[in-house]
């Protein structure tokens, strides 16, 4: 076997996210103005984002769990000025903690070091109260600064003591900043608010009887809504999913009031939710969108809607589409709010755990209908963004951004596409100096 063949045969063997096109980059690269085909538009000036799972050492025993990455690119005027990707630098990426993190004790002193950066940050990331923050969910965010080194842990000037979820919703119309953990501990479940000042303002224990994976909630004008899993969380972070499905736990969704409240919990299917897209208040029912596996690890994911009649206590639900969707985005004005588009990356063609191509979606929700945006052969997006275009309130007057990677020379992409025009070519392609494996969400941070 020659070196080349043997190299393959090793990369056969490795789980998916260890190879091809998920497989981790070694180096921390700074490039400027980088080639761009076609025309960006002049007012796109900030920075895309994306956060994922890098391992450092180049393995880990599940997708979830490699060091996070966060890969930046800066535009402005019609140039991209600047790539960047840099390791979110959490206490177990510099070497210490890793007791905490790889042994999955569970005593208080070792949840307290798992808290403090034992673990990765590689989920998500955003910018609230002019701090850019990266997220996981096992841990308190980490903040970054505007070339994407890390500052430090941030936990709301001690506010925050537990974890906090990578999926934080802001309100469009207070500019809150809605949150909650879970944990093995009690309180197993705590929702948070945060002001658009970055202080905490609320800090609340909603009652459940265990914890479970709560990888995503929502929010609307008057309340949040949490999916209670049968995905039940049996030990705390540490070796491996520490996450079992339960045959016997009723799927429910919990609406707390905003405003404080008791919450009431409405059962639905078995189910999990992967993630939100979006929830809103329609004449005193609550519609829920968001991608769900009919079971947590063993399902793919489709687009499904919960609708909860809150007078009658009635629920229903329904698949809205059988195709295999996830990442779900909308335009994020509208959270809480009736939205009309929901844009999906849909995953094709899965060899061995994971999808060998893929395309944008998008979901109309005035028409019922749906649309593919092809990228081209061997081309695989990850997960889009919308950046409104100035002032206009129109939900597709924006761009769409997403990196995507071009099998045909193992390199990535950022495309912009034009939202009003969904479908149609690219307005700009931004080559990017290096492969940015698969991952998990990002964010646009204007510039201000
Ligand atoms: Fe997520």
């Known amino acids: 076997m020659s070196t080349r063949e043997e190299a393959d045969a090793r990369s056969a063997a490795q789980p998916f996210w260890l190879r091809g ?76 903690n890793l007791d905490a993190a790889a042994n999955g004790e569970d005593t208080s002193a070792a949840r307290a070091r798992r808290l403090r950066g034992g673990g990765t940050s590689n989920t998500h990331i955003i910018e609230h109260a002019g701090r850019l923050l990266s997220m996981v969910e096992a841990a308190l965010p980490m903040q970054l600064d505007r070339e994407l080194s890390t500052v430090g842990i941030f936990d709301f000037d001690g506010a925050l003591d537990t974890p906090m979820t990578a999926h934080p919703k802001r309100c469009p119309s207070t500019g809150e900043l809605h949150f909650f953990s879970y944990q093995t501990v009690r309180p197993y479940l705590t929702y948070y608010i945060a002001d658009a000042g970055g202080r905490v303002i609320s800090k609340r224990e909603i009652e459940v009887d265990s914890p479970s994976h709560m990888h995503d909630f929502a929010l609307t004008e008057h309340d949040a809504v949490f999916f209670d899993s049968p995905a039940r969380m049996t030990r705390d972070w540490g070796d491996g999913m520490p996450f079992a499905w339960s045959e016997t736990h009723t799927a429910r969704l919990g609406v707390v009031p905003r405003a404080g409240g008791a919450a009431r919990w409405f059962d ?25 596996c009919a079971r947590f690890e063993a399902s793919p994911p489709c687009l499904h809607r919960w609708e909860i009649d809150l007078g009658s206590g009635q629920t229903r639900e329904r698949a809205i589409d059988e195709r295999i969707v996830d990442f779900p985005r909308i335009d994020d004005r509208r959270v809480g709010r009736p939205h009309r588009y929901t844009y999906v990356v849909e995953l094709c063609d899965f060899v061995g755990g994971a999808p ?23 081309r695989i997006p990850g997960e889009c963004v919308f950046v409104p275009r100035g002032d206009d309130p129109s939900e597709d007057a924006g761009y769409l951004l997403s990196i995507v990677y071009d099998g045909e020379r193992d390199g990535s992409e950022l495309v912009v596409l034009d939202a009003e025009t969904f479908g149609a070519a690219p307005v700009a392609r931004v080559q990017l100096p290096q492969r940015v494996p698969f991952g998990f969400h990002g964010t646009w941070v204007s510039t201000p």
């Open 21 to 96: 096109p998920f497989a981790p980059v070694v180096d921390e690269v700074t490039a400027h103005d980088l080639p761009v085909a076609g025309e960006l538009p002049r007012d796109l000036a900030g920075t895309y984002v994306r956060n994922g799972p890098n391992p450092k050492d180049g393995a880990s025993r599940h997708w979830w769990f490699g060091d996070g990455m966060v890969h930046g690119v800066h535009l402005d005027n019609g140039k991209a000025r600047w790539y960047r990707n840099r390791y979110v630098r959490t206490a177990r990426y510099g070497g210490t």
């Open 356 to 378: 060998t191509s893929a395309r944008l979606r998008r979901y109309d929700a005035a028409t019922g209908a749906s649309a593919a945006q092809d990228l081209g052969p061997r």
């Open 268 to 292: 639905i299917e078995p189910g999990h939710l992967s993630h939100t897209a979006n929830a809103f208040e329609r004449d005193g029912t609550i519609v829920l969108e968001g991608t769900r």
